[in-house]
């Protein structure tokens, strides 16, 4: 009898039964359509790791809503169900139910690739910056796209799911354009109050019922809030008039809010585990069918204390199923420290994004399943041991010990600071990333108790050093420093930083080993005119400025971008970011490249019109671009290049000290160098081809 013996209780939903209360809730992974094999095994690896109900990710279920360049899923007819079989096929092998998310996108999408017009409840401007207008459905647009959610209903059985989706979240479904009183301006029976804007869902969740009756359940995935306040849908109101007038429609609930932004916020923005659950527990006041819900779950106790408490059915995850696909099996198994929790960086959305496959910060075989077939969970041991010394306890060396010795390797991991975690430790220090410190604990935590690894706080190897000892394979993952001197994409011969007065600092000067240090930096900084020069744009420049405003210091953030931290985008932060930024009173000078720094005034030019503005700074904070910390590397290759002077058998580097990059690229190469491991017997350089995904020509 165990506490969490609740969480693996069965409960039904409409003619099916889930084998847990674990559902892996729709989520995207840059896989989809376009990569059917990869997109199977990243379901099946849930499914494996004991999620009781696996979703697709959002399926198009008609030309008139398709959402290329993305690639999602696609079930447009019968030439589709393939791909899908294959899904189910892989969920089901595991026992496990396979869920599908049917999705008309309305002016969501631009239809790029179909070239019809997007369809929308009224005639506007579709959601991206494309010249792409939709136009407002008639009454023979809504009959057709019942039947287009009949259709793709019929063929989801056909394939072999469980569950169907009828969808309307994250602002991207036309179902949810419908509900929206802001949007929706119809004079007919479909729009004005609340009764008609549900009816057209009514219709659907009735339609695809019929569809699939006795064979599957029907789920309904609503944003209960889109927290704008009253001009959007809100809990207190319209979002339970909505869930009132469905209440015993859908066979399953499944809650969260929108937009896509709030649901999947990062930690940086929603710390707290369960964020969601203020705008969404109400929802099982209103119904008696079964409701799941999501927050960034990853605490066995916050779980059975949110089913227990009567707050939710289901446990619904998709980062935390993504960070650890076997977090079910680790509860049932007892084997709690071993889960890899989510750490809410969304570098997995930003896969789907940037249109490549996903990618996660904590777990590096997420998107490898098939075709590197890296397994989270299962490593071929080696029958011929050997011993590696890991140089650099950063993200990269912890992962690459980590899984050297799950491969039954022997490992000496040397560190010179005093704690391990490199970056993740370091950067957990900053405003809002918290978080990034479990890249750390988890591989930490592990280690610690591995019978294979000795690791070694401070203790900075020299090349001298690491020659006399007895170990011939040397893995370098000393880390990057961040450029002094300006260098980057703006200003490739740097910087002249060669004038006294002005105070020139790098991040790396606010982020010291030790705790004091960056205190007194920024004691000394309180007061003074801060200019932080964000030349790389991810998360850095933002954070930097935050940490300064919030010492006292007066901040001028200038980029050459026209947004603050514009690759941010990507991981859905850059308008959370930008808005605090405001908020916290930092002057923002966008589109604003450091044309000269003299004695005390900075000039910034205009990238368009080249025109200056000159402003007083008393330091500059220059985010520009980072270089490796290969020095070591280098003296080390010198020598093993020195004929007869040593006999390394391999010599590596890896991580931010190979080419410097996010954390998760980190955390990837350590873990891609323990597998492509070998013990020096061959000397191919770049052994980890993987599967492609070819088109076939029939
Ligand atoms: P990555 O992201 O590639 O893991 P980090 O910068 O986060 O890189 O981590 C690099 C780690 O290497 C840091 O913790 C740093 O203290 C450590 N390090 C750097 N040089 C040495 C050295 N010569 N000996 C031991 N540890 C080192
Ligand atoms: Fe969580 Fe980051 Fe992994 Fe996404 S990439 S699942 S947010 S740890």
Same mark, same amino acid.
């Given at each position: 009898?165990?506490?969490?013996?609740?969480?693996?209780?069965?409960?039904?939903?409409?003619?099916?039964?889930?084998?847990?209360?674990?559902?892996?809730?729709?989520?995207?992974?840059?896989?989809?359509?376009?990569?059917?094999?990869?997109?199977?095994?990243?379901?099946?690896?849930?499914?494996?790791?004991?999620?009781?109900?696996?979703?697709?990710?959002?399926?198009?279920?008609?030309?008139?809503?398709?959402?290329?360049?993305?690639?999602?899923?696609?079930?447009?007819?019968?030439?589709?169900?393939?791909?899908?079989?294959?899904?189910?096929?892989?969920?089901?092998?595991?026992?496990?139910?396979?869920?599908?998310?049917?999705?008309?996108?309305?002016?969501?999408?631009?239809?790029?690739?179909?070239?019809?017009?997007?369809?929308?409840?009224?005639?506007?401007?579709?959601?991206?910056?494309?010249?792409?207008?939709? #136009?407002?459905?008639?009454?023979?647009?809504?009959?057709?796209? @019942?039947?287009?959610?009949?259709? $793709?209903?019929? %063929? &989801? *059985? !056909?394939?072999?799911?469980?569950?169907?989706?009828?969808?309307?979240?994250?602002?991207?479904?036309?179902?949810?354009?419908?509900?929206?009183?802001?949007?929706?301006?119809?004079?007919?029976?479909?729009?004005?109050?609340?009764?008609?804007?549900?009816?057209?869902? #009514?219709?659907?969740?009735?339609?695809?019922?019929?569809?699939? @009756?006795?064979?599957?359940?029907? $789920?309904?995935? %609503? &944003? *209960? !809030?889109?927290?704008?306040?009253?001009?959007?849908?809100?809990?207190?109101?319209?979002?339970?008039?909505?869930?009132?007038?469905?209440?015993?429609?859908?066979?399953?609930?499944?809650?969260?809010?929108?937009?896509?932004?709030?649901?999947?916020?990062?930690?940086?923005?929603?710390?707290?585990?369960?964020?969601?659950?203020?705008?969404?527990?109400?929802?099982?006041?209103?119904?008696?069918?079964? *409701?799941?819900?999501?927050?960034?779950?990853?605490?066995?106790?916050?779980?059975?204390?949110?089913?227990?408490?009567?707050?939710?059915?289901?446990?619904?995850?998709?980062?935390?199923?993504?960070?650890?696909?076997?977090?079910?099996?680790?509860?049932?198994?007892?084997?709690?420290?071993?889960?890899?929790?989510?750490?809410?960086?969304?570098?997995?959305?930003?896969?789907?994004?940037?249109?490549?496959?996903?990618?996660?910060?904590?777990?590096?075989?997420?998107?490898?399943?098939?075709?590197?077939?890296?397994?989270?969970?299962?490593?071929?041991?080696?029958?011929?041991?050997e011993h590696i010394l890991v140089i650099g306890a950063g993200p990269a060396g912890l992962e690459c010990a980590?899984?050297l010795t799950?491969?039954?390797h022997h490992v000496t991991l040397a560190e010179k600071a005093t704690e391990a975690g490199g970056r993740?430790?370091t950067?957990?220090?900053?405003?809002?990333?918290?978080?990034?410190?479990?890249?750390?604990?988890?591989?930490?935590?592990?280690l610690?108790?591995?019978?294979?690894v000795n690791v070694h706080l401070q203790s900075e190897l020299s090349a001298t050093d690491i020659l006399s000892f007895d170990i011939n394979h040397i893995c370098v993952a000393t880390g990057s420093s961040w450029c002094r001197?300006?260098?980057?994409?703006?200003?490739?011969?740097?910087?002249?930083?060669?004038?006294?007065?002005?105070?020139?600092?790098?991040?790396d000067?606010?982020?010291s080993d030790?705790?004091?240090?960056?205190?007194?930096?920024?004691?000394?900084?309180?007061?003074?005119?801060?200019?932080?020069?964000?030349?790389?744009?991810?998360?850095?420049?933002?954070?930097?400025?935050?940490?300064?405003?919030?010492?006292?210091?007066?901040?001028?953030?200038?980029?050459?971008?026209?947004?603050?931290?514009?690759?941010?985008?990507?991981?859905?932060?850059?308008?959370?970011?930008?808005?605090?930024?405001?908020?916290?009173?930092?002057?923002?000078?966008?589109?604003?490249?450091?044309?000269?720094?003299?004695?005390?005034?900075?000039?910034?030019?205009?990238?368009?019109?080249?025109?200056?503005?000159?402003?007083?700074?008393?330091?500059?904070?220059?985010?520009?671009?980072r270089q490796p910390n290969d020095s070591l590397y280098q003296a080390l290759l010198k020598k093993q290049q020195e004929a007869g002077v040593i006999e390394l058998k391999t010599l590596k580097c890896i991580g931010d000290c190979h080419a410097p990059s996010?954390?998760?690229?980190a955390?990837?190469q350590g873990?891609r160098y323990a597998?492509n491991f070998d013990g020096g017997r061959?000397t191919?350089q770049?052994?980890?081809?993987?599967?492609?995904?070819?088109?076939?020509?029939?």
């Amino acid at each position: 009898m165990s506490h969490y013996d609740i969480l693996f209780e069965p409960l039904q939903i409409g003619p099916v039964t889930a084998p847990n209360r674990f559902i892996q809730v729709p989520h995207c992974n840059g896989l989809g359509h376009m990569r059917p094999r990869s997109e199977a095994a990243n379901r099946a690896i849930k499914a494996e790791g004991g999620w009781g109900i696996v979703c697709t990710q959002e399926v198009e279920i008609h030309p008139t809503a398709e959402i290329s360049p993305y690639f999602e899923g696609r079930l447009w007819d019968e030439r589709d169900l393939p791909v899908h079989r294959l899904i189910t096929e892989s969920i089901h092998k595991h026992g496990s139910l396979a869920a599908i998310e049917l999705v008309h996108m309305g002016h969501h999408s631009a239809n790029n690739f179909s070239r019809l017009a997007p369809l929308s409840v009224r005639n506007t401007p579709v959601d991206s910056i494309d010249p792409v207008n939709a #136009r407002a459905m008639t009454r023979r647009d809504i009959n057709d796209l @019942r039947k287009w959610h009949v259709n $793709a209903a019929k %063929l &989801a *059985v !056909d394939a072999g799911y469980d569950v169907v989706y009828v969808y309307a979240a994250h602002n991207m479904s036309v179902l949810m354009h419908f509900l929206q009183a802001r949007v929706n301006n119809r004079q007919d029976e479909y729009g004005g109050s609340v009764a008609n804007r549900v009816r057209l869902i #009514r219709e659907i969740i009735e339609d695809v019922g019929d569809a699939v @009756r006795g064979k599957a359940a029907v $789920a309904f995935r %609503l &944003a *209960v !809030d889109e927290l704008i306040g009253p001009s959007g849908i809100e809990a207190t109101n319209d979002g339970a008039e909505i869930v009132s007038e469905l209440a015993e429609l859908p066979d399953l609930w499944d809650v969260n809010v929108s937009d896509w932004s709030n649901d999947s916020a990062t930690a940086r923005f929603q710390p707290e585990e369960g964020y969601q659950l203020p705008h969404t527990e109400f929802v099982k006041s209103l119904t008696s069918k079964p *409701v799941v819900g999501v927050g960034r779950f990853t605490s066995p106790d916050k779980m059975v204390s949110l089913i227990k408490g009567g707050k939710l059915d289901f446990i619904g995850a998709a980062r935390p199923s993504i960070a650890d696909p076997f977090l079910p099996n680790k509860i049932k198994s007892g084997e709690l420290e071993k889960i890899r929790e989510c750490i809410g960086c969304n570098i997995c959305v930003s896969s789907d994004n940037v249109i490549a496959p996903i990618r996660c910060t904590q777990n590096p075989t997420s998107g490898e399943e098939w075709r590197k077939k890296w397994h989270p969970e299962k490593h071929t041991t080696t029958n011929q041991p050997e011993h590696i010394l890991v140089i650099g306890a950063g993200p990269a060396g912890l992962e690459c010990a980590l899984q050297l010795t799950n491969q039954g390797h022997h490992v000496t991991l040397a560190e010179k600071a005093t704690e391990a975690g490199g970056r993740a430790l370091t950067e957990s220090r900053l405003p809002g990333l918290s978080s990034y410190k479990r890249v750390a604990d988890y591989r930490m935590g592990l280690l610690k108790t591995s019978p294979l690894v000795n690791v070694h706080l401070q203790s900075e190897l020299s090349a001298t050093d690491i020659l006399s000892f007895d170990i011939n394979h040397i893995c370098v993952a000393t880390g990057s420093s961040w450029c002094r001197d300006g260098f980057g994409r703006q200003h490739p011969r740097g910087i002249n930083t060669a004038n006294s007065k002005t105070t020139w600092l790098t991040p790396d000067d606010l982020l010291s080993d030790n705790k004091l240090s960056d205190e007194v930096a920024l004691n000394q900084l309180q007061g003074k005119h801060v200019m932080v020069y964000d030349d790389d744009h991810y998360y850095m420049g933002g954070v930097i400025a935050e940490l300064l405003i919030n010492h006292g210091c007066r901040v001028i953030l200038a980029t050459p971008e026209p947004l603050v931290s514009a690759w941010t985008v990507n991981t859905l932060e850059q308008h959370k970011i930008q808005s605090k930024l405001v908020s916290l009173g930092i002057n923002i000078q966008t589109s604003r490249t450091v044309a000269d720094i003299n004695e005390g005034a900075v000039e910034l030019s205009c990238v368009y019109s080249g025109k200056s503005i000159h402003t007083q700074i008393d330091a500059v904070c220059l985010i520009t671009s980072r270089q490796p910390n290969d020095s070591l590397y280098q003296a080390l290759l010198k020598k093993q290049q020195e004929a007869g002077v040593i006999e390394l058998k391999t010599l590596k580097c890896i991580g931010d000290c190979h080419a410097p990059s996010t954390i998760a690229a980190a955390v990837y190469q350590g873990h891609r160098y323990a597998r492509n491991f070998d013990g020096g017997r061959t000397t191919e350089q770049y052994l980890d081809s993987f599967e492609r995904e070819i088109v076939s020509i029939t």
